[in-house]
């Protein structure tokens, strides 16, 4: 039977032994969820409704279930879908088979669409089956496809890819060529950004939310953004190149897959952009 982790703080609220060290849960709720001996725990008992309600958000995006209660404890209202900004929304229920990666809800006029994917839940499904269902499926890369084919059968959603990342999502229907920006609609585009994989992509909603899948995060701990070298998969040079791309796209906010998630002005937002690239670039010249 898996234990709570020893360097967990005292109290209700602990995480086992089994945790991954995805840090999903330390994205989910930056400071009450650390990482110490290779896993995260909780650095303090969440005491604040909201601090509750992010402890809460931490055990159901957990994909080994490894935060825990040492005894019951009713889920308040509002824990996922999670608010994130105008028709965003966090799904949670994170996958195993997407390495934990967040997954997003964009509320559209002409048809909701899912940024990569959860894995297969009946809260999800009954939530998208309220806000009138799924029309599109948009995966950044072929590492966080989770159930997305599951999803796409149920609601008949179209499922959008790069041709490069297709092999591991041959039920896409909508396969993204080159290296220029497609338009998915009037206020949706796909922008290619070869590095973490080959087919990576990022999708640009409404000018000012950015889905960035692996390719951008924020780190809470450094405060600013990063790119994850050791788990680029494709080409860092090419990853390095892809973000200099979207210097020329205006945005507000940032909707990593793994990592965090960030609402900065968007002369903020641009200039902390072209240092990471810059600090990319000379981690790539040693």
């Given at each position: 039977?898996?234990?709570?982790?020893?360097?967990?703080?005292?109290?209700?609220?602990?995480?086992?032994?089994?945790?991954?060290?995805?840090?999903?849960?330390?994205?989910?709720?930056?400071?009450?969820?650390?990482?110490?001996?290779?896993?995260?725990?909780?650095?303090?008992?969440?005491?604040?409704?909201?601090?509750?309600?992010?402890?809460?958000?931490?055990?159901?995006?957990?994909?080994?279930?490894?935060?825990?209660?040492?005894?019951?404890?009713?889920?308040?209202?509002?824990?996922?879908?999670?608010?994130?900004?105008?028709?965003?929304?966090?799904?949670?229920?994170?996958?195993?088979?997407?390495?934990?990666?967040?997954?997003?809800?964009?509320?559209?006029?002409?048809?909701?669409?899912?940024?990569?994917?959860?894995?297969?839940?009946?809260?999800?499904?009954?939530?998208?089956?309220?806000?009138?269902?799924?029309?599109?499926?948009?995966?950044?890369?072929?590492?966080?496809?989770?159930?997305?084919?599951?999803?796409?059968?149920?609601?008949?959603?179209?499922?959008?890819?790069?041709?490069?990342?297709?092999?591991?999502?041959?039920?896409?229907?909508?396969?993204?060529?080159?290296?220029?920006?497609?338009?998915?609609?009037?206020?949706?585009?796909?922008?290619?950004?070869?590095?973490?994989?080959?087919?990576?992509?990022?999708?640009?909603?409404?000018?000012?939310?950015?889905?960035?899948?692996?390719?951008?995060?924020?780190?809470?701990?450094?405060?600013?953004?990063?790119?994850?070298?050791?788990?680029?998969?494709?080409?860092?040079?090419?990853?390095?190149?892809?973000?200099?791309?979207?210097?020329?796209?205006?945005?507000?906010?940032?909707?990593?897959?793994?990592?965090?998630?960030?609402?900065?002005?968007?002369?903020?937002?641009?200039?902390?952009?072209?240092?990471?690239?810059?600090?990319?670039?000379?981690?790539?010249?040693e």
């Open positions: 039977m898996p234990k709570p982790h020893p360097a967990n703080a005292p109290g209700n609220w602990y995480i086992d032994t089994r945790c991954t060290d995805c840090a999903a849960a330390r994205t989910i709720a930056p400071g009450l969820i650390v990482e110490r001996d290779g896993q995260s725990v909780f650095a303090r008992q969440p005491q604040t409704p909201e601090e509750i309600r992010l402890a809460w958000r931490a055990r159901l995006i957990c994909p080994t279930a490894s935060v825990r209660t040492a005894k019951s404890e009713e889920m308040p209202d509002g824990v996922f879908p999670e608010f994130m900004t105008d028709d965003v929304y966090r799904l949670g229920y994170n996958a195993e088979s997407s390495y934990s990666a967040h997954s997003f809800l964009i509320r559209r006029k002409t048809g909701n669409a899912m940024v990569d994917s959860p894995r297969w839940t009946r809260s999800v499904v009954t939530q998208l089956e309220a806000w009138g269902g799924l029309g599109d499926i948009l995966l950044t890369h072929y590492d966080d496809i989770a159930d997305a084919a599951r999803y796409a059968k149920h609601f008949g959603a179209r499922v959008t890819i790069h041709k490069w990342d297709r092999e591991r999502a041959p039920f896409a229907d909508n396969l993204l060529e080159g290296r220029e920006p497609i338009a998915l609609g009037d206020d949706l585009l796909a922008i290619p950004v070869p590095g973490h994989t080959k087919g990576s992509v990022v999708y640009l909603y409404d000018r000012r939310c950015l889905f960035t899948g692996d390719s951008l995060a924020w780190d809470f701990e450094a405060r600013d953004f990063t790119a994850h070298r050791v788990y680029c998969w494709y080409s860092w040079e090419e990853q390095t190149k892809s973000l200099a791309k979207l210097l020329d796209f205006p945005f507000s906010s940032v909707f990593a897959g793994h990592g965090g998630s960030k609402d900065l002005p968007p002369p903020e937002m641009h200039d902390r952009l072209s240092a990471l690239i810059k600090r990319m670039a000379n981690a790539a010249s």
